[in-house]
């Protein structure tokens, strides 16, 4: 089972800006992926934006131009800037690992967008 240690969550004016970090017990295998999903109030967790060893990315059609996924193999670990955020974006945002179809998640943290 993989281990996390997120950080990077909080409260921010529609508009602003935060930068979530996870840093993995492992580095991303080479069949593996990474990033986050989020879990709106009311909502099923949904995949907001993922990566792969090779750097290969995907986001999810409602933050497409606004997130970006990046990763730091030698810390193992993984960063989603969130840029231009809208109350829309209000979640629990849960970094994840996956492979060979398993998931192993962390313990989630809060971003509220809100004026």
């Known amino acids: 089972q993989v281990q996390f240690v997120e950080s990077g969550g909080g409260s921010v004016q529609p508009g602003g800006s935060l930068r979530l970090s996870c840093t993995a017990s492992?580095?991303?295998?080479?069949?593996?992926?990474m990033g986050w999903y989020r879990q709106r109030p009311g909502k099923e967790r949904s995949l907001v934006a993922q990566?792969?060893?090779?750097?290969?990315?995907h986001y999810a059609d409602s933050v497409a131009g606004r997130f970006t996924i990046s990763s730091d193999d030698a810390k193992k670990t993984v960063y989603l800037e969130m840029n231009s955020l809208q109350p829309e974006d209000t979640a629990v945002y849960y970094c994840?690992?996956?492979?060979?179809?398993?998931?192993?998640w962390g313990q989630g943290t809060q971003v509220t967008v809100s004026s």
């Open positions: 994840y690992y996956l492979q060979g179809g398993r998931f192993s």
């Open positions: 990566i792969t060893l090779a750097g290969g990315t």
């Open positions: 492992v580095r991303i295998g080479r069949f593996a992926n």
